[in-house]
């Protein structure tokens, strides 16, 4: 098991954001995703969730996300900013989706999340952190080898970052992988990095996506 990405180059609105980026993940392996504020880990993240389009290769399990991305997206659960829940629906009916959706269980999902307190209670109702809770349920009853996590702990509070954390390693421990970006330190043992370098301006210029160019309205 393992993710390949292959000489990754993206841009945005015209702008290069990374260029020539490779590296892998191996099973049983949590990944940080390090760098400042505005350096692509949100968008590397998206392009390896298949959600955002890159040249370059990426390859999961032998899957290459050109060729098959159903059966890539597949075997990944993503954790973006916002919490993906329907406000609508009680804690959980969210859940209960989910798990109906991927196949997973929902016990262990309740009880390290702390989900039963809450059970009833409709989404729109819960705060920040509950609602942060709720989605991170989703990655325990999904049942996927790679996790993409970005800023997985907004909102948490110090005892449930840390039980997310042991989760992560719960996970890695039976196989999977885990990328996730973060400025903090989850406590996890002998964690892997990965760091990505702000491009300067000249290279942003040098790099000027052709088909996007001032020239074009």
């Not at 945005?12 to 260029?19: E, K």
């Not at 997985?152 to 196989?175: K, M, N, W, Y």
């Amino acid at each position: 098991m393992s993710l390949n990405a292959t000489d990754l180059t993206c841009y945005r609105s015209g702008r290069l954001i990374f260029s020539g980026l490779s590296f892998s993940l191996e099973n049983g392996q949590a990944t940080m995703l390090r760098g400042p504020n505005g350096v692509g880990k949100s968008t590397l993240l998206r392009v390896l969730a298949g959600v955002l389009e890159a040249d370059g290769e990426v390859e999961l399990n032998g899957t290459r996300l050109s060729g098959d991305r159903d059966a890539v997206q597949e075997q990944i659960a993503y954790a973006g900013h916002l919490d993906a829940i329907k406000p609508q629906l009680t804690v959980a009916e969210n859940l209960t989706f989910w798990a109906g959706l991927f196949g997973g269980r929902i016990e262990d999902a309740v009880e390290q999340f702390s989900l039963a307190e809450i059970w009833d209670r409709p989404a729109h109702a819960c705060s920040a952190g509950q609602k942060r809770r709720l989605g991170l349920a989703r990655l325990m009853v999904s049942e996927r080898p790679l996790w993409l996590l970005d800023e997985p702990t907004v909102s948490l509070d110090v005892e449930t970052t840390a039980r997310f954390a042991g989760i992560i390693a719960q996970h890695c421990a039976a196989g999977g992988m885990a990328l996730i970006a973060t400025h903090i330190d989850l406590g996890l043992a002998n964690p892997q990095e990965l760091l990505l370098h702000p491009l300067t301006e000249a290279q942003h210029a040098e790099t000027a996506d052709p088909f996007l160019s001032e020239d074009w309205t």
